[in-house]
């Protein structure tokens, strides 16, 4: 009965992200009932090594961080489209093989680019 | 249908799998100071127990009673909610570790494809630790944690699909069933796949020489900075539960799962298991920590070139 099946395998899934977030919760609850609590405003300002807090935070931060999550996003895709290929491909035989490494080829032709452009240079 | 036996099975289940974590955890943390204490040729924990084999309890103790500092300036919600999102998908990723034949919570038919869904969670916890902090320091930690756990998700996976294509089949039970007559690190085709996912896992937890998101020479403790008491807590145990995972991962997918003669199957998973995490450790307290550049690197430019090629290769040689 596959369908049935599936509803017991997620049903595990979801059971497991409750039981997840019911030990988490625990725990914290449990230190909010037995810690002390002593705030001032020195202690909950922002630990900057007992400087005086200089700015704000939010900075402005290397660009290169914004281009590796946009090749990761590509390269992670093409990973999921590998993924039902890997299973079947012993099957589908030799013509999936070419279009797959070829798929492949292509997306590496872009990293190639990406390196040339200077994308992994960090400065 | 969902089944009373079931539900019974799925409350057992659950049940074990939080004690393993708190335990194995607490384990890990005394056994990582003990190794890495003998490497650099001292003691470690002595006190408390038999060579200090119960600090770790001490510690969990001390942690639950101490004050949670809160930033004023912090994102309230982001910063609160973190710490779940760093150990939740540990507990989910339980649901496909294959302790024996029978100890498996569920033996979902696309194990590996979960498995690689529910880990890559974790990064945005740390990112959201990083941001929701309000702090400079949290700020780099969280990005470089971002930009590593990413950039080494890709060889991660591809090695990963290398053993999907050998053992054809996504279930983690069916894949140690395929490694009854050879382990597949013994395998020629997926040596490589095996070092390559080894590479990447180290890098996946942080752990040195891939640790700079909490480099604490330079960003005082990275992304959980401005945590404290049972928060900052909870992110070690999502981090020493993801070193268990990766490590569990590795014993399933190379090292023939819970397969072994003599002794039952749950002591040689266990012992396989312990074995690449004290082998991590040993790495870790043995070479210098990279520098970001040199990461990123050797992520883009050598591993995920590799991964691909190693894929193309077994890909032809299976279809022989």
């Known amino acids: 009965m596959p369908q049935e099946s599936i509803i017991t395998d997620y049903g595990f899934v979801g059971f497991f992200f409750l039981l997840g977030i019911f030990f988490v919760g625990a725990a914290l609850t449990v230190s909010w009932l037995l810690r002390p609590r002593d705030p001032n405003p020195i202690k909950n300002s922002t630990y900057e090594c007992g400087e005086i807090v200089k700015g704000n935070s939010r900075i402005q931060f290397n660009v290169s961080y914004y281009l590796v999550a946009l090749l990761f996003v590509i390269f992670d895709i093409e990973a999921l489209f590998l993924i039902p290929w890997a299973v079947t491909f012993r099957e589908l035989g030799i013509v999936s093989y070419m279009e797959m490494m070829g798929f492949i080829l292509i997306l590496l032709v872009g990293l190639v680019y990406a390196w040339k452009k200077g994308v992994f240079q960090w400065r | 249908m969902f089944t009373f036996l079931n539900l019974i099975f799925m409350v057992m289940a659950g049940v074990m799998v939080l004690g393993f974590i708190a335990v194995s955890a607490m384990f890990l943390i005394w056994w990582e100071r003990k190794v890495s204490a003998h490497i650099q040729n001292r003691y470690g924990p002595m006190r408390v127990g038999w060579h200090g084999a119960l600090q770790s309890v001490a510690d969990v103790i001390k942690l639950l009673l101490k004050e949670d500092i809160r930033p004023t300036k912090a994102d309230a919600w982001v910063w609160w909610l973190a710490p779940f999102f760093a150990?939740?998908?540990?507990?989910?990723?339980?649901?496909?570790?294959?302790?024996?034949?029978?100890?498996?919570?569920?033996?979902?038919?696309?194990?590996?494809?979960?498995?690689?869904?529910?880990?890559?969670?974790?990064?945005?916890?740390?990112?959201?630790?990083?941001?929701?902090?309000?702090?400079?320091?949290?700020?780099?930690?969280?990005?470089?944690?971002?930009?590593?756990?990413?950039?080494?998700?890709?060889?991660?996976?591809?090695?990963?699909?290398?053993?999907?294509?050998?053992?054809?089949?996504?279930?983690?039970?069916?894949?140690v069933e395929a490694q009854s007559r050879c382990w597949f690190i013994f395998h020629p085709n997926l040596a490589l796949a095996g070092l390559i996912y080894i590479i990447a896992a180290t890098a996946e937890v942080n752990r040195t020489p891939f640790d700079i998101p909490e480099a604490e020479s330079e960003l005082v403790a990275g992304f959980h900075t401005e945590y404290s008491g049972m928060k900052f807590a909870m992110f070690f145990l999502g981090e020493y539960t993801n070193v268990f995972i990766v490590s569990?991962?590795?014993?399933?997918?190379?090292?023939?799962?819970?397969?072994?003669?003599?002794?039952?199957?749950?002591?040689?998973?266990l012992i396989k298991t312990y074995g690449i995490i004290t082998f991590l450790m040993w790495v870790r307290w043995t070479f210098p920590r990279l520098r970001v550049d040199q990461l990123m690197g050797f992520a883009w430019k050598f591993l995920t070139p590799v991964s691909f090629l190693n894929l193309a290769i077994v890909g032809l040689l299976l279809l022989k």
């Open chain 2, 87 to 175: 150990v939740v998908p540990s507990v989910m990723a339980f649901v496909v570790i294959p302790f024996s034949k029978e100890l498996i919570p569920r033996d979902l038919n696309i194990g590996v494809l979960y498995i690689m869904a529910i880990t890559s969670v974790c990064v945005i916890g740390i990112f959201m630790a990083g941001w929701g902090s309000n702090n400079k320091y949290s700020l780099l930690g969280g990005m470089r944690a971002a930009a590593q756990i990413i950039s080494y998700e890709l060889p991660l996976i591809l090695s990963m699909i290398t053993v999907v294509m050998v053992a054809n089949s996504l279930s983690m039970q069916k894949i």
């Open chain 2, 248 to 269: 569990a991962i590795a014993t399933t997918l190379f090292l023939g799962g819970w397969k072994g003669p003599l002794l039952p199957p749950i002591a040689w998973f």
